[in-house]
């Protein structure tokens, strides 16, 4: 039920703005929109960035694939460091909630942060991201995930982009501890999407948008 | 004589009118996401009249507004501000 309800959620969200991974922040003034439906559950966060390395908004969480925990939390997200070269660029981000855990009616407080380091090109990409989560007496858990990716042509932003992704998933509070996922993800302008096939057979479907 | 004052007027004008364009290198600049956001930020500028991304050559054009110009030190403001890092600045009138 919950499920159903977070996804009409995300469904009138994704309508309210008419389209919809990335980076958690988005240029000064820009809000950004992401809606990740995977192994772990289906999120949703909006974000206002107000500094060049500080956004800030909600993270809103339906956990699946083990303890169904809905989680509500505010969130900053923090860009630690960046490296900007002539072919790429390398970003240490944190991102970081406090809010409420739902468990079976019960509410818990809800804690945790995460750290993506990642480097793009216009041909590659690679990310790594480790998440530690505290939702009260209910879960403790430490997630991992990596990414590489490889885009076949490049064009130009305002044109379809596209990358062929492979990711690994680390979630031992999860049924499935280890899921690898292929994946496709098209960009055009500021519009994300991208769609994968987990190990674990479940369809994972992600989108952004930036405004 | 009167050419001469002609002339003078003439080439007066088009220095106050003219407008610049600015064809500046970004560093780091690697995403769609990356070019939208020069883009709009450059737009905010008043001295701006139109802005476009080449995000292939990581080049950003910048047409100024008549009269008007942004100065090496506001291209690396902005640049800086989007998060990014500039490189060569070259001038056209």
Redesign the interface.
Known sequence: MKTQTFLNLAFITFASVLVTE??P??????TMVMQENDETGHTLSLDYTFT??EAFGVYIKQEENGKEIFMFTPEINT?LK????????GNIFNMSGAGIATYRGSNQPSLWTAFLADY???RWFLSYEPRFVWDGNVEKSVWQRARIGFAPY?????AL?TWIMFQVDHHPAKHDHFVATPLIRF????Y?FEVGYGSNQHIMVNWQI?F | MNKLITLIIAFGLTTIVSAETIHTSVNGMVCAFCATGIEKTFRKQPEVESVKVDLPSKQVTIKTKPGKTLSDAKIKEVVTYSGYAMGKIVREK
């Open positions: 990335g980076k922040l988005s240029y000064v003034g820009g060049p390395t860009l960046r490296w900007n070269l002539p072919d790429g660029q793009e090109s216009r490049l064009a130009n932003y305002d982009n960009f055009y302008k500021t994300l930036q």
